[in-house]
């Protein structure tokens, strides 16, 4: 079947602007996660979702960031009021087990945002 | 600070040589991830292990606890081996978060 699959690929925006990010996770997996890698960094956790509910938001950077998974599928991080500061790769992954953070993730190709 | 370290940061190694690359973390970790992310990002899962060592094909995994420290080894290296390999670690149990290492470019030449 498909992986999982991020939107857009790339988005340019300007600074003080809002925008969302796209995730479709592989279907029947419960568990997705957000990541932000800047570059010549690993990623760096941000949120987990553990079907509709985010059972970890620890790595959000601050209140300009949010993500929501209405349906316990697909997912949408959200920034507001953008900074310089958030330009990164910001990459999606699923699991198929809701409740173990070992299970094996798989990755979407990521979203390259670029603040001006 | 890095929980994570890797060693090398950047590889070069003729197609067909023996490749060792090694996360040292400072941390009690529940898990090791070794991932491998190719040009315009897409990140694959490679391994989890928390003991021991794992192969698959000519990738070979070890995990020592005690000393902290993972090695990845790529034998007959190809130059479709050309990635970054990132290690990351899973700390706080099952319920934790990973922890990333900045990666290793590891460019196999033909």
């Known amino acids: 079947g498909a992986g999982v699959s991020q939107t857009p690929s790339n988005k340019v925006t300007e600074k003080g602007k809002y925008v969302e990010l796209r995730c479709d996770p592989i279907?029947?997996?419960?568990?997705l996660y957000w990541y932000r890698q800047s570059l010549g960094q690993g990623p760096e956790f941000l949120i987990y979702?553990?079907?509709?509910?985010?059972?970890?938001d620890s790595g959000l950077p601050n209140d300009r960031f949010f993500a929501v998974r209405p349906e316990g599928s697909v997912s949408t991080l959200k920034i507001q009021r953008t900074e310089r500061g958030d330009s990164a790769v910001y990459l999606c992954a699923s699991s198929l087990t809701p409740a173990v953070r070992t299970d094996t993730q798989y990755f979407g190709p990521g979203t390259r945002l670029t603040v001006l | 600070k890095n929980e994570v370290e890797q060693s090398p940061q950047n590889l070069t190694a003729q197609e067909g040589e023996f490749i060792t690359i090694n996360c040292s973390y400072s941390v009690g970790i529940s898990a090791l991830h070794w991932l491998q992310q190719h040009p315009g990002g897409g990140i694959v899962s490679l391994f989890m292990?928390?003991?021991g060592k794992k192969k698959h094909g000519r990738l070979i995994a070890t995990i020592n606890i005690q000393e902290k420290h993972s090695s990845l080894h790529i034998t007959a290296s190809h130059p479709r081996d050309s990635a970054v390999y990132i290690c990351?670690?899973?700390?706080?149990?099952?319920?934790?978060?990973?922890?990333f290492g900045k990666g290793t470019k590891l460019s196999v030449k033909p």
């Open positions: 292990l928390s003991s």
């Open positions: 979702f553990q079907g509709t509910g985010a059972a970890d």
């Open positions: 990351a670690v899973l700390i706080g149990g099952s319920q934790g978060n990973l922890i």
């Open positions: 279907s029947g997996h419960t568990a």
